[in-house]
Nanobody, 115 residues
């Protein structure tokens, strides 16, 4: 069993920055792929960024050039560094990890971009 916990959300002004963390714990024996997604009320969850077990990254067009996904393999943490935040980035951000052919999701962390 694997547990996934996101943290780092909060209220930030437009143009500001936040770093979200996704910590995985439990039965983890090797590197894993992970992803960040976000969801607003009434809309489907959408991809933000992904990172493979080898560190290859992929970004959704709305966040390219503003968000960076990275990982600390020693700590089993995946980060999402966001900058130049916009009000439309407001959402609940979720992390998932893919371990032993199973996808695990965290509970989400709220990011609100507002003045």
């Amino acid at each position: 069993q694997v547990q996934v916990v996101e943290s780092g959300g909060g209220l930030v002004q437009p143009g500001g920055s936040l770093r979200l963390s996704c910590a995985a714990s439990g039965n983890i024996k090797s590197r894993y792929a992970a992803g960040w997604y976000r969801q607003t009320p009434g809309r489907q969850r959408e991809l933000v960024a992904t990172i493979t077990s080898n560190g290859v990254t992929n970004y959704a067009d709305p966040v390219k050039g503003r968000f960076t996904i990275s990982r600390d393999n020693a700590k089993n943490i995946v980060y999402l560094q966001s900058s130049s935040l916009k009000p439309e980035d407001t959402a609940v951000y979720y992390c998932n990890v893919f371990i032993d052919n199973t996808l695990y999701w965290g509970q989400g962390t709220q990011v609100t971009v507002s003045s």
